[in-house]
């Protein structure tokens, strides 16, 4: 089992982050999946989880500007902190999102694939996909099953971000995580961190 080194949080009225989470295992990488209730208890998480380690965080589902901003103050630089956009408000509910994770060359989406049921309806599906064409595959998918919106995690390129919102066309809004300026230091050493340990294990 692998060291968790990501943290995803999701933005769901009423969710218990002690309980509602789940450990994504790509076998070389973990990720942890989390929802939580509002911007407050999201702040308390993530000034824990950069206490124990964890030096990258995506914010999804939910999180506006002022729930986004709480948890950047609680990290205090100390991690990177990615955020999916402020378009939607907190208070406007989502019914039914997702979010497709590129780029980990052994994902596979039938398998590396959570999906959440929310006790006041609706859903959440996390996909982890390895290329740009799975995306865009697994996006048209989506689309065709009704989710509302889907959100395109950080480490993905602008691209194939672009190649998802052209294949769903009008039917569904797309986001891509980006980096506010008081991450983009702490999201570049760990990206080079990352790179290094990658090129490590490449026999």
């Known amino acids: 089992m692998s060291e968790t080194i990501e943290l995803f949080l999701f933005l769901e009225p009423g969710a218990d982050p002690d309980t509602d989470r789940v450990v994504q295992d790509l076998g070389d ?31 999804y589902r939910g999180f506006d500007l002022a729930s986004a901003a709480q948890v950047i103050e609680a990290v205090d630089g ?23 994770f590129v780029g980990h060359p052994s994902a596979d989406p039938a398998r590396h694939r959570v999906v959440r049921e929310h006790a006041g309806g609706g859903r959440t599906t996390a996909v982890s996909v390895p ?3 799975t995306a865009v595959r697994i ?13 395109i995690c950080g480490g993905t390129s602008l691209i194939v971000a672009r190649d ?37 294990e490449t026999p």
């Open 139 to 151: 996006a048209r998918e989506l689309a065709d099953a009704g989710t509302g919106l889907i959100e």
């Open 29 to 59: 990488a973990e990720a942890l999946l989390v929802w939580v209730p509002d911007g407050a208890a999201a702040a308390k998480l993530a000034d824990e989880a950069v206490a124990a380690g964890v030096q990258l965080m995506e914010l």
């Open 164 to 200: 998802v919102a052209t294949a769903v066309g009008d039917r569904v809004p797309v986001r891509l995580v980006t980096w506010p300026v008081d991450s983009i230091e702490p999201a570049a050493a760990y990206k080079a961190a990352f790179e290094a340990e990658t090129a490590q």
């Open 131 to 133: 290329d740009s064409p």
């Open 78 to 100: 100390r991690a990177a902190v990615g955020v999916a956009g402020f378009g939607i408000p907190a208070t406007q509910p989502i019914r039914d999102s997702a979010t497709i």
